[in-house]
């Protein structure tokens, strides 16, 4: 079974500021890597997809990349609508699907 | 618009059986995997199957593999998911989740609302 670890665990910063979240799998996966960013009282939203593809609506300050087992998330000036958790997801290998555990970003 | 709504959750004893239906709306059902994610409240979401367009592909997390099944109508737009010996850690949020539709396997594009499954004595 593939295991994402994804760090840090939180982030705490301020608006304007950048954050890089990080993803590992336990196998290459690489290009099937996903990002989604979820709100208090809402289900997941689709940021990225196949590692670096902006889903239809995600802003540009939003980027993806990555190869092999490793994934980044950056975003690039955080907006007050931004801080939330975000989970990688790898769709690549069986079981097909699976999520890390989720980077918090905050208010700091 | 997209619409998938959930039923079937409750409170049900360990080793019980409980089947969700999800209805879709919105979009050609018949052109997209879905699949049933859940989440318990505070964890992150957890994957627990799919099922291709033509019921040709299916698959399951190891976790609920031999317990859960998955079935899908393209004529009524439905997919249930039929969950037989419950578990106390089967308890969390379902979700009906469409998929990109990029051919299997895509990432998630779309989510019910959910419907709480729990499992207790």
């Known amino acids: 079974e593939i295991v994402l670890t994804q760090s840090p665990g939180t982030l705490s910063l301020s608006p304007g500021e950048g954050a890089t979240l990080s993803c590992r799998a336990s196998?290459?996966?690489?290009?099937?890597f996903a990002w989604y960013q979820q709100k208090p009282g809402q289900t997941p939203r689709l940021l990225i997809y196949?590692?670096?593809t902006r889903s239809t609506g995600t802003p540009d300050r939003f980027s993806g990349s990555g190869s092999g087992t490793d994934c980044t998330l950056t975003i690039s000036r955080l907006e007050p609508e931004d801080f939330a958790v975000y989970y990688c997801?790898?769709?690549?290998?069986?079981?097909?699907?699976?999520f890390g555990q989720g980077t918090k970003v905050e208010i700091k | 618009e997209v619409q998938l709504v959930e039923s079937g959750g409750g409170l049900v004893q360990p080793g019980r059986s409980l089947r969700l239906s999800c209805a879709a709306s919105?979009?050609?059902?018949?052109?997209?995997?879905m699949h049933w994610v859940r989440q318990a409240p505070g964890k992150g979401p957890e994957w627990v199957s799919g099922?291709?367009?033509?019921?040709?592909?299916?698959d399951y997390a190891d976790s609920v593999k031999g317990r859960f099944t998955i079935s899908r109508d393209n004529a009524k737009k439905f997919v249930s998911l039929q969950m037989n010996s419950l578990r106390a850690e089967d308890t969390a949020f379902y979700y009906c989740?469409?998929?990109?539709?990029?051919?299997?396997?895509?990432?998630?594009?779309?989510w019910g609302q959910g419907t709480l499954v729990s499992v207790s004595s």
């Open positions: 997801q790898q769709y690549g290998r069986t079981p097909t699907w699976t």
């Open positions: 196949d590692t670096s």
């Open positions: 919105g979009f050609t059902f018949g052109d997209y995997a």
């Open positions: 099922i291709s367009w033509n019921s040709g592909t299916i």
């Open positions: 989740v469409k998929d990109t539709g990029n051919g299997w396997p895509s990432p998630f594009q779309d």
């Open positions: 196998q290459s996966v690489s290009p099937f």
